[in-house]
């Protein structure tokens, strides 16, 4: 899919801005707070009516005004749809095809976007929390019975928290009920946990085979789901939740004195192994840099091989974060297959004969201007 228009008006800087986009790599060049992150947030909250550097939508009007509109339009195979969302102090409204939906979440998933910034990093380095929210989000957008099955875990897991808290401090003595929880809380547990391998699985297929092209077949990814379920019980969702049944009643005692339940999928993480070594740990900032740029990019064909699209892909700021052999392969893998978009100060840092037929759009101030000089923007 790509994005072949895209209108803003009253848009954070942007007074009112109208571009016609290219199916290939855009290039918003300009100096530092012009806008250009600003455009990419548009783009991306046109996706997923917010945006991903604000909670606060009102932060999204520009200061002068009231109301804030995006609009787009989107082409895939089955045809053109045109987007509009309006942010205002009574809320936003979404419409497709010029019909206004009753419900935000009818209209996610008309556009789809992968971010890819250089807070993305933490995703190899940071705390197990990241990776838990990276996977907690990404399968949960491909697959809502995943995000049925979070949302009951996390109930479950409060009210079992509260019950333990309870039991520690005397105020419940019934331990026939905490087995009722236990039972409870395994069952979603088991789900989310074979769900997880299973698209870990499909994501790892990827993000190995382009691991291994980044680094000429020097290195080798693979991934390791960690969790207190042993290996040979992660066949299916029955044995899990027979093993972590298991280990709630093996660990009672911690549990109760520690008041809070150590066993499940809100305590698993995710290893990243190049050659068999952590990457987190062990790995070169290179290696790092690497990883996350693979499991990015492995996610690209992965939403193309669950929705049947590829999506559109915003880069900010990283081209500059990347050495030649990872630009060259970046840009290589999206070339002619997936719409980019692509913010920096400077077209010198960038190995520019590898971008094809580039659209440049010059931002400065709020305001943004197509390029003379580049390929101008497909016209169909
Ligand atoms: N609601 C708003 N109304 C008006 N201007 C805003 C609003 N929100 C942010 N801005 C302005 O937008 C500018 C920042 O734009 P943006 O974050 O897109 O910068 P950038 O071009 O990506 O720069 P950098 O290269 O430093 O990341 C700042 O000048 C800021 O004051």
């Known amino acids: 899919m790509y994005l072949q228009e895209l209108q803003l008006q009253n848009f954070r800087n942007y007074a009112a801005a109208d571009l016609k986009l290219g199916k290939g790599i855009n290039v918003l060049l300009g100096e530092n707070a012009q806008g250009k992150t600003n455009l990419l947030e548009a783009i991306y909250a046109l996706a997923l009516t917010r945006s991903h550097r604000t909670a606060n939508d009102h932060d999204l009007i520009n200061w002068e005004a ?18 509009e969302l309006t ?18 979440s009818q209209y996610v998933g008309q556009l789809n976007v992968i971010l890819f910034a250089p807070e993305d990093l933490a995703i190899v380095k940071g705390a197990p929390t990241v990776r838990r929210r990276f996977m907690d989000m990404e399968f949960g957008q ?9 949302s009951q875990y996390r109930t ?24 009722v929880l236990s039972d409870q809380l395994a069952a ?38 960690a ?26 005692a911690k549990e109760l004195y520690q008041g809070t339940t150590l066993i499940g999928p809100h305590r698993d993480d995710l290893h990243f192994q190049v050659n068999d070594k952590n990457v987190q740990t062990f790995g070169s900032q290179g290696q790092q840099r690497t990883t996350a740029l693979s499991v990015k990019l492995a996610e690209i064909d992965l ?28 840009l290589t893998a999206i070339q002619d297959k997936v719409q ?26 709020g305001t943004v201007v197509a390029d003379e000089s580049s390929d101008q923007a497909s016209d169909e």
């Open 156 to 179: 479950l897991l409060k009210q079992r928290n509260r019950y333990l808290k309870d039991l520690q401090h005397h105020q419940q003595h019934d331990l026939l009920f905490l087995g």
């Open 142 to 150: 491909m697959n809502p019975r995943y995000l049925y099955n979070l």
């Open 303 to 330: 939403m193309k091989a669950e929705t049947g699209e590829y999506p559109v892909l915003l880069l900010d700021d990283v081209l500059s974060e990347l050495d030649d052999a990872r630009q060259t392969h970046l």
């Open 66 to 83: 009231k109301t804030a509109k995006l609009a787009g339009r989107v082409v895939k195979a089955s045809g053109t749809t045109p987007l």
């Open 188 to 225: 979603y547990g088991a789900e989310i946990i074979y769900q997880r391998l299973t698209m870990l699985r499909k994501l790892e297929h990827w993000a190995q085979t382009i691991h291994a092209e980044i680094s000429q077949h020097r290195e080798t990814l693979a991934f390791r789901y």
């Open 87 to 104: 942010f205002s102090r009574q809320g936003k409204r979404a419409k497709i095809n010029h019909l206004e939906q009753a419900r935000l």
């Open 340 to 365: 980019t978009f692509i913010t920096t100060t400077s077209l010198s840092g960038i190995t520019r004969q590898l971008i094809k037929d580039p659209t440049i759009f010059h931002v400065s101030a």
């Open 227 to 252: 969790t207190q379920v042993a290996d040979k019980d992660l066949d299916d969702p029955k044995t899990i939740c027979a093993a972590l049944t298991a280990l709630y009643q093996k660990q009672q």
